[in-house]
């Protein structure tokens, strides 16, 4: 009974949700507003071979809708990216008062400072492959509670496993269930000057795809471009029994200029008494708006930086380190250091234009040979 509380929790909070829903809409405006995003990339790759070829790309077109009634939220997105249709955002938001929100669907839950923003909001073009192969970017199943005031913010989560959205519980044998929690300290959250610490933590069961004995986890990063598409690093674990992960975060910000950094560390207990896995990985960036007298504001509900004023322009320089070789375990998924440096130019409200290098390196690794990448990428984008 357990193993399906979690997987069932999204559906029981919206079906709870629905009459409440019903009766704030005719007492208040309803009002529902369509959503669109794209992003158009081109790029190119020193050194060019087999697997990196120089092109042009649309790795994400958005279309959805949302509504707002009384203190309610929902909104609904599908996702196209070469070639197939995803189920995007799809949640109803409940408002409780000033400072409680209650958030069920299928969405982007909060576990670090990457957690605040979408694909199309990364200063530096790609997420940082530490976030990508040990922090939580995936969109899961369940219900998200939010508490915020003016010196922390707390975000808790209980989910299914992400595949509980696109196959049938019997496919999937059993349906892995887990927790996740952020906590941060924001004592200074005003304009020009922000300063938060804080961190997340994570526990689930094993993931399943058909084989209750032995599930398998998979933990992967790919080269930070869309274009063409290299896997860098990827450990899969087998005999999994459950997961664990924590990521301590710092943000900074004063005037024009910001910092940020975060911390991975990942534990995968198995069974049958083989040793479990750990991942270690951490990020940093730096980022400066050029223009005269701009300062950073902060996004207290999310825990990180607000996008820039239209017509700014800002620089942003990050390095990330990524090992998910553990000889105890005998798994081997590769080391990965990768910098990056962006120019991100905020055109208006809706047009982002983004100029990024990024120099990434693998060393060897037993079965996994060395290779390294220059990659030069813009993309522009728009978001509505």
């Not at 990339?41 to 649309?58: C, M």
């Not at 994400?60 to 599908?78: L, M, P, Y």
């Not at 058909?210 to 005999?239: I, L, M, Q, R, Y």
């Not at 040979?369 to 509505?384: D, E, G, M, V, Y």
Request: charged share 15%; with cysteine; glycine share 8%.
């Amino acid at each position: 009974m357990a193993k399906n509380l979690i997987a069932t929790l999204a559906f029981l909070y919206l079906a709870f949700l629905s009459p409440l829903a019903a009766e704030s809409a005719d007492n208040t405006n309803f009002k529902i507003t369509p959503t669109a995003r794209a992003l158009f990339d081109a790029a190119a790759y020193l050194p060019e071979d087999s697997l990196f070829k120089p092109g042009v790309a649309v790795p994400d077109v958005r279309v959805g809708v949302k509504a707002t009634f009384g203190s309610f939220e929902a909104r609904a997105d599908i996702s196209y990216r070469f070639g197939k249709l995803y189920p995007a955002d799809i949640y109803l938001q409940w408002n409780i008062n000033e400072s409680s929100r209650l958030k069920g669907g299928y969405f982007i839950h909060q576990f670090g400072l990457q957690s605040a923003t979408g694909a199309a909001s990364k200063i530096s073009m790609e997420e940082p492959m530490a976030q990508t192969a040990l922090g939580e970017s995936s969109r899961l199943l369940g219900a998200m509670y939010l508490y915020e005031n003016p010196r922390v913010l707390f975000a808790g989560s209980a989910y299914a496993q992400t595949e509980a959205m696109t196959r049938h519980a019997n496919e999937l044998g059993r349906t892995g269930v887990g927790a996740l929690a952020r906590f941060l300290w924001h004592p200074l959250t005003s304009e020009g000057l922000i300063f938060h610490i804080g961190t997340s933590a994570l526990i689930q069961t094993a993931s399943f795809g058909g084989d209750t004995d032995n599930p398998v986890s998979t933990f992967k990063a790919s080269f930070p471009t869309k274009v063409s598409s290299v896997s860098c690093v990827k450990a899969e674990v087998d005999h999994v029994r459950s997961v664990f992960k924590v990521a301590p975060e710092a943000l900074w910000g004063h005037g024009r200029f910001a910092a940020e950094a975060q911390f991975f560390f990942l534990n995968v207990a198995r069974k049958e008494g083989l040793g479990s896995f750990q991942g270690l990985g951490c990020y940093a960036l730096g980022r400066v708006l050029l223009n005269r007298g701009a300062r950073y504001s902060y996004s207290p509900w999310v825990g990180y930086l607000a996008t820039p004023a239209p017509r700014s322009w800002e620089i942003a320089a990050g390095y990330s380190y990524t090992d998910l070789n553990d000889s105890g375990a005998g798994v081997y998924g590769g080391k990965a250091n990768s910098a990056t440096l962006t120019m991100n130019y905020y055109i208006n409200r809706y047009i982002t234009w983004r100029v990024n290098y990024s120099y990434t390196d693998r060393p060897a690794a037993p079965g996994l040979p060395s290779r390294h990448a220059n990659i030069f990428q813009t993309r522009i984008q728009f978001l509505f």
